[in-house]
């Protein structure tokens, strides 16, 4: 009887020193994974980090979540009146990544709608920005586009006034293309209807870092010219795309794990 205990102690250690041995070479695994991780976004951050920035203005004002309060931003943003540096980045960023989704998947329409080098060609000429219709327009001497802007519920059809006045203004000279554009927090390349071009936040959030990183200098004029590009990138990533470095909430190592990866993929597509 006494053996039996001693044998039943045993396989019994055995187990819980099994157990340890587990633990500990997952243990290294994750610490291993997070320090890869880390070195990966570590590689990719920019001089002043948007990350890195305490501040969301967008909180601040508590418009994080408001449509028109984000319309007005881009408009500004985009606006050569408000910062003639600050606006050539956020428009070659803007065309960036709408050449890009253009490329993957082209609009479907009539004969006169941009396709990826008519983005890619319009990123080189000054866009006069206007509110219409709750959209933007920007006109350019080769293109007229309308962007509306989705924070949610991007799956229903834009509405049909901005598209209307596009044409509108498309039809005083006819030479230029037809320019649509649904900013929209979809990631999926299948969009509806098919003569948009369906730029995510993510789309952009990436176009502005390369366009950024390809602007940027030391001198601290550079940080003044561009601080409202940092800022929109700050609510972007925190508010629409829900990243965060360190990752926030309160969930398990893997799940840590699982947001350090997509935010390094996110850092890293190009």
């Not at 990544?97 to 993957?104: E, F, G, L, S, V």
């Not at 007229?144 to 596009?166: K, N, Q």
């Not at 005083?172 to 554009?181: C, D, E, M, S």
Request: contains cysteine.
């Amino acid at each position: 009887m006494r053996q039996q205990t001693e044998r039943d102690r045993a396989r019994h250690q055995l187990r819980i020193d099994a157990i340890h041995a587990i633990a500990e070479r997952v243990n290294a695994s994750y610490a291993s994974e997070l320090a890869q991780l880390n070195a990966r976004i570590e590689a990719r951050l920019l001089p002043v980090e948007p990350f890195r920035q305490s501040w969301n203005v967008f909180r601040v004002f508590e418009v994080e979540h408001q449509r028109a309060r984000w319309t007005q931003w881009l408009g500004a943003l985009l606006g050569p009146e408000h910062g003639s540096r600050c606006a050539r980045v956020a428009w070659t960023a803007f065309c960036d990544a709408a050449a890009r989704r253009a490329a993957k998947l082209p609009s479907v329409g009539s004969s006169g709608l941009a396709d990826a080098s008519h983005w890619e060609a319009v990123a080189e000429e000054v866009p006069a920005v206007e509110h219409e219709a709750a959209d933007l327009l920007v006109t350019c001497p080769s293109m007229v586009i309308t962007i509306e802007v989705r924070l949610s519920d991007a799956s229903h059809t834009p509405a049909a006034a901005g598209r209307a006045i596009a044409e509108n203004r498309l039809s005083i000279n006819t030479q230029r293309r037809l320019g649509l554009v649904l900013l929209t927090p979809l990631e999926g390349l299948e969009h509806e209807p098919a003569d948009y071009i369906q730029v995510s936040w993510r789309d952009l959030g990436q176009a502005l870092r390369r366009a950024l990183r390809n602007e940027w200098s030391y001198e601290q004029q550079a940080v003044v010219d561009l601080w409202p590009i940092i800022l929109t990138l700050v609510s972007i990533e925190q508010d629409l795309l829900d990243f965060a470095l360190p990752p926030g909430g309160s969930g398990n190592l893997n799940t840590q794990l699982k947001k350090l990866s997509e935010l390094a993929s996110y850092l890293e597509e190009r």
